[in-house]
């Protein structure tokens, strides 16, 4: 069964204090994977794809890293305003029609970064 | 940009009521989903369309239905709300055929007393 896994459920930093987040996938056959991030109240806005171990996608403080089994979004010197939770999905494996395709969404990682 | 609208920020509805969200997109896309996204259980896919008056269950369709007359528009509709329909309400779309990113609106807070 397709699956992802998000950790940690919640993380709190320090305002400069870098860390990671992890978005883990059971899916045969990746094509693509998808970082959000949603504010409270709103909804998510699309921050990264990825498409193949190895590639990086980079906006301001925030770094998306991929491998085969899992991705990372790096967050460096993070400010209070990228408090947020962030939420990664990836199309269903191979096999499944690829033109209407649903996405199988992470449950997210609530970032909170006190100043 | 893409934008994604939808029809109410905030909704407030009593037991039995018919309900009617909207959602447009301006980018052309073929695909349109309906999410609901409650505390602790993410996001859950509720139907979705990949043309208009095209029509797919998601995960969760009990208690819905759908309409799409329109490319740019599709509507969700509550036939008799109930308060377990009480929820955050999301609309997305992509491009048929990829890429596969969704795009999602601002969501509509909808409660049912």
């Known amino acids: 069964e397709d699956q992802v896994t998000q950790s940690p459920e919640a993380l709190r930093l320090q305002e400069g204090e870098s860390s990671s987040l992890n978005c883990s996938y059971t899916v045969s056959g990746l094509r693509g994977l998808f970082w959000y991030r949603q504010d409270p109240g709103k909804g998510p806005e699309f921050l990264f794809t990825?498409?193949?171990a190895g590639e990086e996608k980079e906006k301001e403080r925030l770094k998306a890293t991929l491998t085969k089994k899992e991705s990372f979004l790096h967050i460096t010197a993070p400010k209070p305003e990228d408090s947020a939770t962030y939420l990664c999905a990836v199309p269903p494996g191979r096999g499944v029609n690829t033109g209407f395709q649903k996405l199988v969404f992470g449950t997210g990682t609530r970032l909170l970064v006190s100043p | 940009d893409v934008k994604v609208t939808q029809s109410s920020r905030y909704l407030v509805k009593r037991t039995g009521e018919k309900v009617f969200l909207e959602c447009v997109q301006d980018?052309?896309?073929?695909?349109m989903f309906w999410y609901r996204q409650d505390p602790g259980l993410g996001l859950r896919l509720i139907y979705f369309s990949y043309d208009v008056k095209m029509k797919e269950k998601g995960d969760i369709p009990e208690g819905y239905s759908v309409s799409r007359e329109k490319k740019e528009r599709f509507s969700l509709i509550l036939e008799s709300a109930s308060t377990n329909q009480t929820s955050m309400y999301l609309c997305?779309?992509?491009?048929?055929?990829?890429?596969?990113?969704?795009?999602f609106g601002p969501g509509t807070r909808l409660t049912v007393t």
């Open positions: 980018m052309d896309h073929e695909n």
């Open positions: 997305a779309s992509s491009l048929y055929g990829g890429p596969y990113e969704q795009y």
């Open positions: 990825l498409y193949s």
